[in-house]
């Protein structure tokens, strides 16, 4: 089981990234996904989350309305849209994997996480 995000970058406040997150090992069809991010000094703090299905997302207030997350089955991959960046988006970006379809499931499973810096 394997997930990896990447996609994360240097980017100026205002600008745009797509972060990816790929799975391997197993099928993603089955689970909800959540990216979560660490900032230097900072607790991590959950992102945003999609279910199996992707019917059902939702987004911390602090992305909401410039975040947009989503995800290809066919290609295993789940997506984060990031727009309208600010500095305070800096961090490292992590997937992750929850046990079952819905993002009340537990987490059984992150991955590597991926950069993002903004510059003001």
Sequence with gaps: VQ?????GGLVQAGGSL????????????YYAISWFRQAP??????????SSSGGITSYADSVKGR???SRDNAK???YLQMNS???????VYYC???SGSSCLY?????????LVTVSS
């Design 106 to 114: 537990e987490y059984d499973y992150w991955g590597q996480g991926t």
């Design 85 to 91: 960046l600010k500095p305070e988006d800096t961090a």
């Design 41 to 50: 000094g900072k607790e991590r703090e959950g992102v945003s989350c999609i």
């Design 18 to 29: 797509r972060l990816s997150c790929a799975a391997s090992g197993f099928t993603l069809d």
């Design 96 to 98: 992750a994997k929850r």
């Design 3 to 7: 997930l990896q995000a990447s996609g």
């Design 67 to 69: 975040f947009t997350i």
């Design 76 to 78: 295993n991959t789940v």
